[in-house]
């Protein structure tokens, strides 16, 4: 006999959805569908001469050999701010599940930054950077390097690195750790008393276990890099030196938003959603083949 | 966007308490001090008469008042007064479905209204080419040269004696540095001080059509042998440590207010923060120029903000509105406004009972940026107004940045900041049409 309980009714599960529908319609597909059809006009910005162009806002952009640029920019961007943020947060995951005493305490602490607006992020590290008061500026001078991030592109970009990286270093250590703490003990004590090292455990135990978290820690990062790091960008080297760390999304916000260029701004972002559909694509394709569930 | 709502609540609480009165929303960008200046005169006004009452409200920065009026226009909830900054001018101006000409809003008030009575430079900026008031000329600077005179005493400069040229400029840094000057020179705003007002103070174009002051349809030139010589002097004086580069906007002001940096070229309302905040005394002085240059120095251009009205509203409140700036132009409360926050005077006759006053003699430096602006301007020299002007300064800053950098040559920046710069302009040119 049939377990289950079946529901006859053709229009109780459209009910039951609907809420969830109506949300996924009005604040993702919605704005979207508007971004598609604003990214084909152009119009002033107080309004009133709405006009169709076509491609004419796409075939700007791929004239701008800067624009083309800010692609290189922000794939750099984009994998340096995953990769260390996943692996600092790993290493002080790891470390923190091996805390004993007073662990409360030392993960509430790392869990903090979280809180932290992005551009209130940026503003503290260009605090510390600042030439030549700011503390670090200050440590640098004393070791020689000199530095200047508002002429030079390498430190601009190390700058805007470590102010996205500490931003996002707690949400991912939190994601580790709970991770770190469903793996059975008895896995790791049974190799360790098979004599396996500490390392040798992390790498063919604890890692390979850790896979789907990871997994989906890179996504969550690559699309962070990607949408939420303008107000970082804006707080400290808006964009510059030049173009030098002017993110795609970035520019995105300055067209739309400084320069009110509606058509243009709309078009990026259809691009820059084109590109992180096939990201993430890609990476269920092809990476999610190697996680371990 | 919490401070908003915050202030939205205020002003709707505010709102309830005056049902009798006609409202008045104006939204500004003044903070600090200056935001201070703005509530005083709304509270003026409203005590001089009971019919109408203005309700100011901080906006954030410029961009950020504009942006939140263009939201707000297009539904239907824009304010009666919007403060923008002169680059947004050109905006405003083809936005003509958006705003109301102050002209019109003064005569339809029945207030007396001689467009004669205000400082020319000014608000012949804010006039369309028909001769039409478009905008209040509300807050206006300019550009001018502030030094540190304690600085120049310990370098052994005469303190009294600001250099008035770049050649002199470049020595007296020299003589900074060798004093253990980290900063000798540093400037705000470059696009405004190095390339804008630099144009007219020369007396040559920015771009043509008298900078875009005659239609929208102007191309930029300032890569001349002049302009390309002059960046090249300060791509020298960087490579030797005579400028430093300090960033974007205004971010220089603060490194001369604290003393780190001994001159600067800026807008003349930092005069109040330095007088506030700096620990030494400083002095305000013309912008610098190149003698061997004929008809320089002319007059430099202006900066600041306007105050326009937006459309849509009903006649009664334009009345009011019409009364407000009928006030505002008032001699005696031009004359406050200007004193006390640095701006140039709104009108001929408020500078007049200034200069009358005695404060000019009492604040040496004042009087700087107002006899650089009242003068009589040439084609070249009334002011600049062109179409996505914000992204063009950001172009300039993007390619000068590379020049300090040591990235690229003075000239071929210039070159490549009027070619992007020329494509803003076809863009904002085919929006309009």
């Avoid at chain 1, 169709?52 to 952009?61: I, K, Y």
């Avoid at chain 1, 943020?85 to 995951?93: D, E, H, K, R, T």
């Avoid at chain 2, 920065?61 to 824009?78: H, K, L, P, Q, V």
């Avoid at chain 2, 050649?167 to 900074?176: D, P, R, S």
Wanted: aromatic share 12%; net charge positive.
């Amino acid at each position: 006999m049939e377990k289950r309980v079946r529901f006859k009714s053709r229009w109780l599960p459209w009910v039951l959805v609907a809420p969830q529908l109506a949300i996924t319609l009005i604040f993702f597909y919605w704005p979207a569908a508007q971004a598609l059809l604003q990214s084909v006009m152009m119009d002033a910005p107080f309004g009133g001469s709405l006009e169709f162009v076509g491609l004419d806002n796409f075939r700007q952009l791929f004239n701008d050999p800067d624009y083309l640029a800010s692609f290189r920019t922000t794939a750099i961007f984009s994998i340096l701010v995953a990769v260390c943020g996943l692996s600092i947060s790993l290493l002080l995951a790891v470390m923190a599940n091996r805390v004993v005493r007073g662990e409360r305490f030392y993960k509430t602490l790392l869990i903090w930054p979280y809180a932290v607006a992005p551009v209130v992020a940026g503003v503290l590290w260009v605090f510390m950077f600042a030439s030549p008061m700011g503390v670090i500026a200050f440590w640098l001078q004393a070791v020689g390097i000199n530095w200047n991030h508002l002429l030079n592109s390498n430190h601009a970009m190390t700058l805007i690195i470590i102010a996205a990286v500490w931003k996002q270093i707690s949400y991912n250590f939190l994601f580790f750790l709970a991770g770190l703490q469903s793996i059975p003990k008895s896995l790791i004590e049974a190799a360790a008393i098979d004599g396996a090292s500490p390392w040798r455990r992390f790498w063919t135990i604890v890692f390979p276990l850790l896979s789907p978290t990871t997994f989906f820690l890179l996504v969550i990062n690559v699309v962070y890099s990607f949408f939420d790091t303008f107000g970082i960008i804006d707080a400290t080297t808006k964009g510059g030196p030049g173009k030098d760390t002017s993110i795609l999304v970035y520019k995105v916000y300055y067209d739309g938003f400084k320069a009110m260029d509606m058509g243009g701004s709309a078009a990026q972002s259809v691009i820059l959603m084109a590109i992180v559909v096939t990201l993430t694509v890609i990476q269920f394709r092809f990476v999610e083949k190697k996680v371990q569930y | 966007m919490r401070h908003k709502f915050a202030a939205a609540v205020f002003a709707g609480l505010f709102s309830m308490g005056a049902s009798a009165q006609v409202e008045i929303q104006w939204w500004h960008s003044m903070g600090g001090a200056l935001g201070e200046w703005v509530n005083d005169l709304a509270k003026d006004f409203n005590a001089s008469q009971s019919e109408y009452k203005v309700v100011p409200t901080f906006k954030g920065t410029y961009d950020e008042s504009m942006t939140a009026a263009i939201a707000a226009f297009r539904s239907g909830n824009a304010p009666h007064i919007l403060q923008v900054f002169e680059v947004g001018t050109a905006t405003m101006m083809a936005s003509k479905g958006a705003i109301v000409p102050v002209g019109k809003v003064m005569g339809d008030a029945g207030v007396k209204f001689d467009p004669a009575a205000y400082v020319p430079a000014v608000a012949g900026y804010y006039t369309a080419p028909n001769g039409q008031m478009l905008s209040f000329p509300f807050n206006s600077s300019t550009t001018v040269f502030h030094y540190n005179k304690d600085a120049f005493k310990a370098a052994g400069l005469d303190p009294e004696a600001p250099p008035k040229t770049w050649i002199e400029v470049t020595q007296a840094a020299a003589k900074l540095k060798a004093s253990g000057h980290a900063c000798p020179f540093t400037t705000s705003w470059i696009s405004w001080t190095q390339l804008e007002s630099f144009s007219a103070w020369h007396n040559v174009e920015f771009a043509t059509k008298g900078n875009g002051m005659r239609g929208i349809d102007a191309r930029l030139t300032f890569n001349t042998p002049l302009h390309v010589r002059h960046i090249e002097n300060l791509s020298n004086m960087a490579k030797q440590g005579l400028f430093v580069y300090k960033g974007r906007a205004n971010a220089a002001d603060a490194t001369f207010v604290s003393g780190e940096c001994a001159m600067a070229t800026g807008s003349s309302a930092l005069y109040g923060n330095v007088k506030r905040n700096a620990k030494f005394a400083s002095g305000i002085s013309t912008l610098p120029y190149y003698p061997d240059v004929e008809g320089a120095p002319q007059n430099t251009v202006i900066g600041g903000a306007s105050l326009w009205v937006m459309s849509g509203k009903k006649a009664t409140d334009y009345k009011g509105v019409g009364q407000f700036f009928a006030f505002l132009s008032r001699p005696e409360e031009a004359a406050k406004s200007h004193q006390r926050t640095g701006y140039l005077p709104v009108t001929i006759a408020s500078y007049e009972l200034t200069e009358k006053s005695g404060f000019y003699k009492q604040n040496p430096g004042t009087d700087v940026s107002v006899t650089q602006m009242i003068r009589k301007t040439t084609d070249k020299s009334r002011g600049i107004r062109l179409g996505n002007f914000v992204q063009i300064r950001t172009i300039i800053d993007e390619e000068l940045e590379q020049v300090w950098a040591g990235k690229k040559a003075p000239k071929e920046a210039l070159d490549t900041a009027v070619k992007r710069g020329n494509e803003q302009l076809d863009r904002f040119l085919k929006a309009n049409k």
